[in-house]
């Protein structure tokens, strides 16, 4: 089944202890990016990459880090979180960059900082 | 800067026809997405327009006006599982691949 998986689906942490929430597509997309949704203020992106090693940040990178070493994967890093990073996070893959079928979106993951 | 205005809620009638209005103004435009999310689970993709006019699949159509910075979809005989939030969403100029999203609409089906 084609799909985007992100891993954990709910995570509890406390502030400033790092973390990774992985991303995985095996759809061969070259296209991926994280997005947080957060209530009144919708869906930002955090950071994308265009493919292999090619990353940028989105509208909201404070915080975070992304890399890029495998086309199927695309780890978001929080090195030391903080509770305004609470939020519930997407990762999104799509065939390129301007496909007219958007995004596929992984099921999220809901980070609480405590 | 970059808007997209969506109405927060709307609520409608088991088998009526709804209509969720968006309007844009951002510095680029490289087509129009709708979303449909349901509660807690992620945004699945309904529909793109990038030209002018009306795109129909199914009981979902999406209209576009690039001129007027407007969209709608419109959600025909309504059935009680298309209660979620639809999101509209721009895709930015340049090939950045971008969406830019609306607040979303949380619609409300009622029987």
């Known amino acids: 089944e084609a799909q985007v998986t992100q891993n954990p689906r709910y995570l509890i942490t406390v502030t400033g202890k790092k973390l990774t929430v992985t991303c995985s597509q095996n759809?061969?997309?070259?296209?991926m990016s994280w997005y947080r949704q957060d209530p009144g203020l919708g869906l930002r992106q955090i950071y994308y990459?265009?493919?292999?090693?090619?990353?940028d940040k989105g509208d909201v990178p404070e915080g975070y880090k992304v890399s890029r070493k495998e086309k199927r994967n695309f780890p978001l890093i929080l090195e030391s979180p903080s509770p305004n990073q609470t939020s519930l996070y997407f990762c999104?893959?799509?065939?390129?960059?301007?496909?007219?079928?958007?995004?596929?979106f992984g099921s999220g993951t809901r980070l609480t900082v405590v | 800067g970059q808007n997209i205005d969506q109405p927060t809620e709307m609520t409608a009638t088991e088998g009526a026809i709804v209509q969720i209005n968006c309007t844009y103004q951002?510095?680029?435009?490289?087509?129009l997405f709708w979303y449909q999310q349901h509660a807690g689970e992620a945004p699945t993709f309904l529909s793109y327009?990038?030209?002018?006019g009306l795109e129909e699949k199914g009981r979902f159509s999406s209209f576009l006006s690039r001129s007027k910075g407007y969209s709608y979809l419109l959600l025909k005989e309504l059935q009680m599982k298309d209660s979620a939030s639809y999101l509209c969403?721009?895709?930015?100029?340049?090939?950045?691949?971008?969406?830019?999203f609306g607040q979303g609409t949380t619609l409300q089906v009622k029987p």
């Open positions: 327009n990038v030209l002018d």
């Open positions: 990459s265009m493919n292999v090693e090619v990353t």
């Open positions: 759809m061969n997309h070259e296209y």
């Open positions: 999104a893959s799509s065939l390129h960059s301007l496909s007219n079928y958007g995004y596929t």
């Open positions: 951002t510095s680029g435009f490289n087509g």
């Open positions: 969403a721009v895709r930015a100029a340049g090939n950045t691949g971008k969406l830019i």
